[in-house]
């Protein structure tokens, strides 16, 4: 049980940090096509044909679909995230119980072998 636990936790934990590395991706992305499109207006002076605004406009559009597509990535993470993150709180309710119930029999065992012990000693003197 333990053992599903820390696995749990694990998977918990290398979730976050995918998701966080994902984050950093995508904003690397972001601010390096931020980048260029200011480096490229720089460089032209000229208005752009329109050949070359198709063309623009097709990199946007990737972008866009890229972008959607991480985003769908980090919502499916994000859901593992929650089912894992359920299930260490399942095992550790579940934990719980179970310390509990040995607790409990680990008196009831204790108590039968003090009566044991009590009824010998009657025998003795009998």
Not at 83 to 109: E, G, Q, V
Not at 120 to 126: E, N, T, V
């Amino acid at each position: 049980m333990s053992l599903n636990l820390e696995r749990a936790k694990w998977i918990i934990k290398y979730l976050e940090q995918r998701n966080k590395k994902l984050e950093d991706q995508q904003t690397i992305m972001e601010l390096q096509n931020i980048q260029e499109n200011r480096q490229v207006a720089k460089k032209r002076k000229v208005k752009l044909t329109s050949l070359e605004q198709e063309i623009n406009d097709d990199h946007e559009s990737w972008l866009e679909r890229a972008n959607i597509h991480l985003e769908k990535l980090l919502e499916k993470a994000n859901r593992e995230k929650i089912i894992l993150r359920h299930m260490t709180y399942h095992y550790m309710a579940r934990n719980k119980s179970d310390k509990a119930r040995i607790r409990n029999l680990k008196a009831k065992l204790k108590m039968a072998s003090r009566r044991r012990k009590e009824q010998d000693r009657l025998q003795i003197l009998a």
